[in-house]
C-alpha cells in the first residue's frame, strides 16, 4: 500500500515537471526567437539617452567685421554633492581659483543633490586649471596614502556659451545684451533674437549608473549657427562719436546726449553713439534706463532745427525763395499769446536765407502763414514726423503732431519754428538726410544684411524712398543752411576748414512730465557736408544742459570734430568752390544789384 502511493506521488511529480519543462521551453522560445528583437529594443530604449548639444549665438559686427557681440565656448560648473567626501579641502583649492568665498562654497559642496550649480559660466582657463589643481592634490593624496580614499571628486561642467562684447560700451544702446539664458533682452540682441539664436543639435548616449558609457557617443542632429548681423556702423567713427558726446554732456552737466552719422543717399547709419552708456556684458546694478536708446525712444520738441521743413515747405509751394525779403520784428502776435525771437531787436529786412541764418521765430511765423495749416501739416508727415523712421531699432517711437482738426490758434504759428510737436533724434536726421540727399527721403538703415552658418550674406536691399521736396528745393535750402555755419550765423562752431558746411541750431523748450510744464532745453545741431554734395549727415542732440544751452555753442563743436573725422576717414576731397552767397538782409541785396 505504502509502496503504491509512493510510486502515485513519484509519477505525479514527475508529470508536473514534465509540463513546468514544457512551459519553460515555450517561454524561452519565445523570449529568444519571438520576442527577442522587442526586448532588445526595450533594453536599448532604457540604456540609451539623449542629450542637446547647444547651438552658438551669431556675432554682431561693424561693417568690417569688427565684433560687437559674440559668442565664446564655456562652462557651466556643477557639483554633485552626494560623491563630495572632502568638503572643506575641496572648497579650500577650487574657492581662489573661481574667485567665490570658501565658506559659501563649502556650503554648496554639502548634501545629497546630485546636479548644483557653482557658477553658470567660466572661461575654458578655469576649469582646465581647476582640473589640473585638483588631479595634481590626488596624485600627490595617491602616492602618499598608496591609494585613491582620500582623493577629492564632485566637480564636473557642460559646455555652453557665453556672450561677450569685445567693444564695451561702445554702441551698447543699439547692440543690446543677452540674459542669463542667454537670449536677448535689450537693443539688437533683443529685436533680432530669432535671427541670431542657433537650432540646437542633439547626441544620443549609452548610460549606465548615470554615467555616459565612452565611444557611445552619436550625433543624430547636428548643431547650427546663428546667423551674424553686419551693421552699417564703422567702429571707428562710432568712437569718435562717443568720445565727443561723453564729453559734451559732461562738460554741460547735461542729462544725456546722442550723436548719429548717417550716409543721405543709402540711409546707411555710420554711427549712433549715446551717452551715459553701459557695458553691456556687466548689466548688473545698472539703472534699467540706460538700456534704453534716447536716439529713437525719446522724444522731444525739435525747436529751430524743425524751421528747415517750414521753409521747405513755403518754397515747394512757390511761396518764397531763398532773397524773398520779410518785414521781421522781434515779436509778434496770434490770438493771445506773443511770440519772441531770441533776443530784442530793431525791426528787420531780412532775406530767408538771412532768417534762417539768424532763427528767427517771428520769420518762421511769417513763412508758416504763407501756406495752409493743412498744407504744412502734410509736408512734416512726407518729412517723417509722427511717423517711425524703420531703423530697426526696438521701442522706436514716432513723436506726436496733432490733427489740423485739434489745433488751437496758436498752434500753427507754434509749429513753424519748431514746437507743439515732438520728434527722435533718429526722425530729425532722417529730415536733413532728406535735404542733403536732393529731395528724396531713404529709410535709415542700420543692418547691412546678414550671414548664415554656412557663410553665405544676404545684403538688406529692402530700403524705402521717397521724393519730398524738388531737387531745385533741396540745392537752395542747403545754400541756405550754409549761412547758418558762417560768422553771420548762430553756429560758426560747426565750420570745418577746407569744406563748405551746412547745418541748423536748435533750442528748445523741454516738456517735463512730471509737471506738465516747460523746464530746460534740448540743444541741437544738424548738419552736412561737403554741401556743395553731401556725403554724409551728422546730429547731434543734448538734453537738459546746465549753464548755456544754446545749439549752435554746444552741439557745433561736436559736428566739427566728428564730421571732421568722417570726411578725412573716407577720403572726401576738400571743397573746391566757395558757398553760393545768397543776401541775409536787404542790405545785401541792394549791393549785389
Known amino acids: 500500500m505504502a509502496s503504491g502511493l ?3 506521488r513519484i509519477r505525479c511529480l514527475v508529470a508536473v515537471s514534465l509540463v513546468l519543462l514544457i512551459t519553460f521551453s515555450i517561454r524561452l522560445i519565445d523570449v529568444q526567437a519571438v520576442r527577442a528583437a522587442g526586448y532588445a529594443n526595450k533594453a536599448d530604449l532604457e540604456l540609451t539617452k539623449k ?9 554682431i559686427t561693424d561693417v568690417n567685421g569688427v565684433e560687437f557681440a559674440r559668442s565664446v565656448t564655456a562652462y557651466r560648473l556643477l557639483v554633485d554633492q552626494a560623491i563630495v567626501d572632502f568638503p572643506r579641502k575641496l572648497a579650500a583649492i577650487a574657492a581662489p581659483i573661481l574667485n567665490i568665498d570658501k565658506d559659501y562654497l563649502e556650503n554648496k559642496l554639502i548634501g545629497e543633490r546630485r546636479y548644483v550649480v557653482i557658477s553658470q559660466s567660466v572661461k575654458p582657463a578655469i576649469w582646465r586649471k581647476l582640473q589640473e589643481a585638483i588631479t595634481q592634490y590626488n596624485d600627490e593624496v595617491s602616492k602618499e596614502d598608496g591609494g585613491y ?68 557617443q552619436k550625433i543624430t542632429v547636428e548643431e547650427k549657427r546663428g546667423n551674424t548681423i553686419r551693421l552699417t556702423i564703422d567702429r571707428d567713427i562710432q568712437w569718435i562719436a562717443q568720445r565727443e558726446i561723453r564729453k559734451a554732456v559732461t562738460k554741460a552737466r547735461a542729462q544725456s546726449g546722442t550723436v548719429i552719422v548717417m550716409d543721405p543717399a543709402t540711409g546707411a547709419i555710420l554711427a549712433h553713439a549715446t551717452f551715459p552708456t553701459f557695458e553691456p556684458g556687466k548689466t548688473k546694478g545698472v539703472d534699467s534706463r540706460r538700456w534704453q536708446n534716447p536716439s529713437v525712444q525719446e522724444v522731444y520738441e525739435p525747436g529751430s532745427t524743425g524751421k528747415v521743413i517750414t521753409f521747405a515747405a513755403a518754397m515747394q509751394e512757390g511761396k518764397v525763395s531763398p532773397e524773398t525779403v520779410l518785414t521781421v520784428p522781434d515779436k509778434i502776435k496770434r490770438y493771445d499769446k506773443v511770440f519772441h525771437d531770441h533776443d530784442p531787436h530793431p525791426v528787420l529786412r531780412l532775406t530767408l536765407t538771412g532768417a534762417l541764418a539768424q532763427s528767427s521765430n517771428v520769420a518762421s511765423i511769417k513763412v508758416g502763414e504763407m ?4 498744407k504744412l501739416h502734410d509736408y512734416l508727415i512726407k518729412f517723417g514726423i509722427a511717423n517711425k523712421t524703420g531703423s530697426g531699432l526696438p521701442g522706436e517711437e514716432s513723436g506726436k503732431l496733432l490733427e489740423v482738426s485739434e489745433w488751437s490758434g496758436t498752434t500753427a504759428p507754434t ?34 544684411g546678414t550671414t548664415d552658418a554656412g557663410g553665405r550674406f544676404s545684403p538688406n536691399e529692402n530700403r524705402k524712398s521717397d521724393r519730398i521736396i524738388s531737387a531745385q ?24 576748414t577746407g569744406y563748405r558746411v551746412a547745418g541748423k541750431t536748435g533750442t528748445a523748450k523741454r516738456i517735463d512730465d512730471s509737471c506738465g510744464c516747460y523746464r530746460g532745453y534740448t540743444s541741437s545741431f544738424i548738419g552736412f557736408a561737403p554741401a556743395e554734395s553731401p556725403k554724409f549727415v551728422a546730429s547731434v542732440t543734448i538734453q537738459d544742459p546746465k549753464g548755456v544751452y544754446y545749439g549752435g555753442y554746444l552741439g557745433g563743436p561736436v559736428f566739427r570734430e566728428v564730421m571732421g573725422f568722417v570726411l578725412r576717414d573716407q577720403r572726401i576731397p576738400l571743397s573746391d568752390s566757395g558757398r553760393v552767397g545768397y543776401a541775409l538782409d536787404e542790405g545785401d541785396l541792394k549791393k549785389k544789384s
Open 51 to 59: 542629450s542637446i548639444i547647444l547651438a552658438p549665438r551669431g556675432s
Open 149 to 216: 580614499a582620500n582623493e577629492l571628486a564632485g566637480f564636473f561642467a557642460e559646455r555652453i556659451y557665453a556672450r561677450e562684447y569685445p567693444q564695451g560700451g561702445l554702441a551698447a544702446a543699439v547692440i543690446g545684451f543677452v540674459n542669463q539664458s542667454g537670449d536677448g533682452a535689450a537693443g539688437l540682441e533683443y529685436s533680432m533674437n530669432s535671427t541670431l539664436s542657433g537650432v540646437n543639435g542633439e547626441y544620443t548616449y549609452a548610460n549606465a549608473a548615470g554615467a555616459i558609457i565612452p565611444g557611445t
Open 473 to 496: 528745393t533741396a540745392s537752395r535750402l542747403r545754400a541756405m543752411m550754409e549761412s547758418v555755419v558762417s560768422s553771420s550765423g548762430t553756429a560758426p562752431q560747426a565750420a570745418i
Open 415 to 448: 509749429v513753424a519754428f519748431g514746437q507743439g510737436y515732438s520728434l527722435t533724434a533718429m526722425q530729425a536726421t532722417s529730415v536733413f538726410a532728406t535735404i542733403a540727399n536732393d529731395g528724396v527721403r531713404v529709410a535709415p538703415m542700420l543692418i547691412a
Open 371 to 374: 501756406i495752409s495749416h493743412e
Open 6 to 8: 509512493f510510486e502515485k
